[in-house]
Every structure is written in structure tokens, then in C-alpha cells.
């Protein structure tokens, strides 16, 4: 089954792997991609990446790895040998922490594609500073966008808010991987700094996540059909 042109990438944030199956089965491999998160895969395992490869899906793995540099390592090569599309890492980690996770894969041959999270998307300047860091979340991502790409990084995770900056710092071919997208049919939730999804392609964002605006409808297809029109129109 050819890969997806699609930039879109649907969350499968459900507690089993029957859930999340049901939902998979509901959407079309060639139109979309999906995440699996920490929740599904502490519960169900790498049985859940099986499952959703066998039904032809592309799969980001978002578990954002942040430990020493060879466990970090050893665990993104771990992901790859399991034939995810993507996977990711904190880039509050460090360079070296990035670098033996970039480093690991190349010599092993794997290709999945290597991200980092800059600042969560739930994440305000009030959040920051009571962190240590009183300054406001587009100060850190651009720190952290350009540390991760130093760092051999193929791209990052981000608001939307941030992706043209990124864009300029990093460049057209640095991945934007983008939650926290609402379309215009759907609420903000639990997220703060959002955007529609054809603000955030314009904005530079490289893919889409987006979750209980496709997973929640009562047709998931018919969602996403309508997400793909906004970013057409």
C-alpha cells in the first residue's frame, strides 16, 4: 500500500488495542497516518505497532524518550528495528542525549525519522517559569528547534504558533510536526496554543496531529474529509 501524501496524522489516544483498532479500521491507510502514545503502548505493547502495520498504516511512535544518552539511544533504535515511521525525543535532553540517539540510528541503517519536542503545547510562559524558565515558550522553541537540528534531529515537534519561526531558523526541509490542531468545526479542549490546519500548513507546520476532532466524530472519515477540504480551500 503506497504511502500517504496526506500531512495528517490521526492520535489514537485510547486506553487498548481494541479501541484504538476499532478506530483504526474506521480510517484509510492512503489518506492519513496515526500516533501511538504513551498510554496505548504502556498498555498493549509493541503488539499495537504490529497490528496497525499489518492493516498498512504508517505509525509515530510519540513517546518522548528523555534519558541518559545510550538508553535514549538504545530505546529509538528499538522503535526503528520495529518499523515505525517516526519517533521522538525531549530535546530538554541535550545535544548529547540527541546526538547518540541520531548517531545510533545511522549506524545501524534504520531511516525512521528522528524528531524532538521543543515546549508541550499545554505549556504557558507561567508554566515555564515555574520550571526555571521565565521566559516566553517561542524563546525556548527557537532555542531547542536549533539545538535539535545541530544535533541531527530531522525535525521537531511544536505549536503551530512557533512553526514559521522554526521555519526560518531550520528551513523547508526541517520537520514541523504539529499538535495541538483544531479545525474549525471542532473545540479548543485541553490544549493552549492552537491553531486550524490550514493556518498551521501556511504557518509551516510539515504535519498535522489531530485527535477528538476525527476520533469523536460519529463518522471519522467523513472528519477527515472535511479537514482535508480546509486544507484545499
Given at each position: 500500500m503506497p504511502s500517504p501524501e496526506s500531512p495528517l496524522i490521526i492520535a489514537l489516544d485510547y486506553p487498548s488495542l481494541d479501541a484504538a483498532l476499532c478506530m483504526a479500521d474506521r480510517l484509510d491507510p492512503r489518506r492519513c497516518r496515526v500516533k501511538v502514545g504513551k498510554e496505548l503502548f504502556t498498555r498493549s505493547g509493541p503488539d499495537v505497532l504490529?497490528?496497525?502495520?499489518?492493516?498498512g498504516f504508517e505509525v509515530f511512535l510519540d513517546l518522548k524518550?528523555?534519558?541518559?544518552?545510550?538508553?535514549v539511544a538504545g530505546a529509538v533504535q528499538a522503535a526503528a528495528e520495529q518499523g515505525v515511521w517516526m519517533v521522538n525525543v525531549h530535546a530538554g535532553g541535550g545535544r548529547?542525549?540527541?546526538?547518540?540517539?541520531?548517531?545510533?540510528?545511522?549506524?545501524?541503517?534504520?531511516h525512521t525519522h528522528l524528531i524532538a519536542v521543543t515546549v508541550l503545547t499545554s505549556m504557558e510562559r507561567v508554566d515555564?517559569?515555574?520550571?526555571?524558565?521565565?521566559?516566553?515558550?517561542?524563546?525556548?522553541?527557537?532555542?531547542?528547534?536549533r539545538l535539535a537540528q545541530q544535533s541531527g534531529m530531522a525535525g521537531v515537534v511544536s505549536s503551530a504558533r512557533e512553526s514559521a519561526r522554526v521555519r526560518e531558523l531550520c528551513g523547508d526541509?526541517?520537520?514541523?510536526?504539529?499538535?495541538?490542531?483544531?479545525?474549525?468545526?471542532?473545540g479548543v479542549?485541553?490544549?493552549?496554543?492552537?491553531?486550524?490546519?490550514?493556518?498551521?500548513?501556511?504557518?509551516?507546520?510539515?504535519?498535522?496531529v489531530i485527535g477528538r476532532?476525527?476520533?469523536?466524530?460519529?463518522?471519522?472519515?467523513?472528519?477527515l474529509e472535511a479537514i482535508e477540504r480546509e486544507l484545499i480551500d
Amino acid at each position: 500500500m503506497p504511502s500517504p501524501e496526506s500531512p495528517l496524522i490521526i492520535a489514537l489516544d485510547y486506553p487498548s488495542l481494541d479501541a484504538a483498532l476499532c478506530m483504526a479500521d474506521r480510517l484509510d491507510p492512503r489518506r492519513c497516518r496515526v500516533k501511538v502514545g504513551k498510554e496505548l503502548f504502556t498498555r498493549s505493547g509493541p503488539d499495537v505497532l504490529e497490528a496497525l502495520h499489518g492493516r498498512g498504516f504508517e505509525v509515530f511512535l510519540d513517546l518522548k524518550f528523555h534519558d541518559i544518552p545510550n538508553t535514549v539511544a538504545g530505546a529509538v533504535q528499538a522503535a526503528a528495528e520495529q518499523g515505525v515511521w517516526m519517533v521522538n525525543v525531549h530535546a530538554g535532553g541535550g545535544r548529547r542525549m540527541m546526538e547518540a540517539a541520531s548517531e545510533c540510528l545511522k549506524r545501524h541503517g534504520l531511516h525512521t525519522h528522528l524528531i524532538a519536542v521543543t515546549v508541550l503545547t499545554s505549556m504557558e510562559r507561567v508554566d515555564l517559569a515555574e520550571i526555571g524558565l521565565d521566559i516566553e515558550p517561542l524563546e525556548q522553541v527557537e532555542r531547542l528547534a536549533r539545538l535539535a537540528q545541530q544535533s541531527g534531529m530531522a525535525g521537531v515537534v511544536s505549536s503551530a504558533r512557533e512553526s514559521a519561526r522554526v521555519r526560518e531558523l531550520c528551513g523547508d526541509d526541517f520537520l514541523k510536526v504539529t499538535p495541538g490542531i483544531r479545525p474549525s468545526f471542532a473545540g479548543v479542549g485541553d490544549q493552549r496554543r492552537v491553531l486550524t490546519p490550514a493556518d498551521a500548513m501556511a504557518a509551516g507546520s510539515t504535519h498535522l496531529v489531530i485527535g477528538r476532532p476525527v476520533t469523536q466524530a460519529d463518522d471519522p472519515m467523513a472528519a477527515l474529509e472535511a479537514i482535508e477540504r480546509e486544507l484545499i480551500d
